[in-house]
T-cell receptor, first 114, second 109 residues
């Protein structure tokens, strides 16, 4: 298993551009998450999904959108990039509520908006 | 709403010294607590969880419900322990984690 795979690893955007951060997992996990990690701020939950077709807002959803059309994929969309969205983004997954497995994390996407 | 507090952003110790990373939480339900570790520019990895009651890489953590704490301890720190450590709380529904702000541990030779 590859686990949780995020692409790209690095990206530089101009203000106002849009992009999609990709996240895919091959573990057949139902739950998937997007976090952003800012220095001294820990990880903040942006959006999460408990299954295909279901998404919910986390702590900091503004400026982002997600979709979950398949179990494997959970892309994160930035429509109008702003400097405040410069961060490291982590995707994570776990089997589901019934499992005692913890969240598995991807390697992260380092995004800079200039 | 649940909250996780790690009061120390930076912690520096010498090799062989004991280390304790503090974590306090607030949650009205019955929480599950975790410690995650992130080595330089790597992904977050689970270090340990309170229900496992195990020791990983010499680290232990005990859930103290009275003090609402889940401090991480190691009796003899090693240089390879230098990393960012995050305490996290999982709410009863199991659907989401709340992370603390993290503690950057540096173990000096």
């Amino acid at each position: 298993n590859a686990g949780v795979t995020q692409t790209p690893k690095f990206r530089i955007l101009k203000i106002g551009q849009s992009m999609t951060l990709q996240c895919t997992q091959d573990m057949n996990h139902n739950y998937m998450y997007w976090y952003r990690q800012d220095p001294g701020m820990g990880l903040k939950l942006i959006y999460y999904s408990v299954g295909a077709g279901i998404t919910d807002k986390g702590e900091v959803p503004n400026g982002y959108n997600v979709s979950r059309s398949t179990t494997e994929d959970f892309p994160l969309r930035l429509e109008l990039a702003a400097p405040s969205q410069t961060s490291v983004y982590f995707c994570a997954s776990r089997p589901g509520k019934w499992s005692n497995q913890p969240q598995h994390f991807g390697d992260g996407t380092r995004l800079s908006i200039l | 709403a649940q909250r996780v507090t790690q009061p120390e952003k930076l912690l520096s110790v010498f090799k062989g010294a004991p280390v304790e990373l503090k974590c306090n939480y607030s949650y009205s339900g019955s929480p599950e607590l975790f410690w995650y570790v992130q080595y330089s520019r790597q992904r977050l990895q689970l270090l340990l969880r309170h229900i496992s009651r195990e020791s990983i890489k010499g680290f232990t953590a005990d859930l103290n419900k009275g003090e609402t704490s889940f401090h991480l301890k190691k009796p003899f720190a090693q240089e390879e322990d230098s990393a960012m450590y995050y305490c996290a709380l999982e709410e009863t529904s199991g659907s989401r984690l709340t992370f603390g702000e993290g503690t950057q541990l540096t173990v000096n030779p």
